[in-house]
């Protein structure tokens, strides 16, 4: 399956931004869907995860309140709302697919089966 991650960008502290994943080679209901985000010199984090029906979702606590993941699976598409962006948000986003069938609160790298090439989100104070 592939990953086409878009919609990162250069936006101001307190604004907003949405990224768009689109997946292709693969039948996207069967994949719980999520969002990590890579800063300069740090590891990959996990931001946020969605069931395969987009009933359920989970929120890292640096974001909760903020960004919001969503899905369309008719467009096979994953989506993260991001508002209220702050300088530390500022990092590579990727969004990442795994094929089970439960979500769980987080997600582990080791875990994930497909990456998106990450888009850049860069916010300024």
């Known amino acids: 399956v592939q990953l086409q991650a878009s919609g990162g960008g250069f936006v101001q502290a307190g604004g907003c931004l949405r990224l768009s994943c689109a997946i292709s080679g693969g039948t996207f209901s069967m994949y719980v869907m999520g969002w990590f985000r890579q800063a300069p010199g740090k590891e990959r984090e996990f931001v946020a995860t969605?069931?395969?029906?987009?009933?359920?979702?989970y929120h890292a606590a640096s974001v909760k309140g903020r960004f919001t993941i969503s899905r369309d699976n008719a467009k096979n598409t994953v989506y993260l709302q991001m508002n209220s962006l702050k300088p530390e948000d500022t990092a590579v986003y990727y969004c990442?697919?795994?094929?089970?069938?439960?979500?769980?609160?987080?997600?582990?790298?080791?875990?994930?089966?497909?990456w998106g090439q990450g888009t850049q989100v860069t916010v300024s104070s």
């Open positions: 969605i069931s395969r029906s987009g009933r359920s979702a």
């Open positions: 990442a697919a795994e094929a089970r069938s439960d979500i769980w609160s987080s997600m582990k790298t080791s875990d994930v089966d497909s």
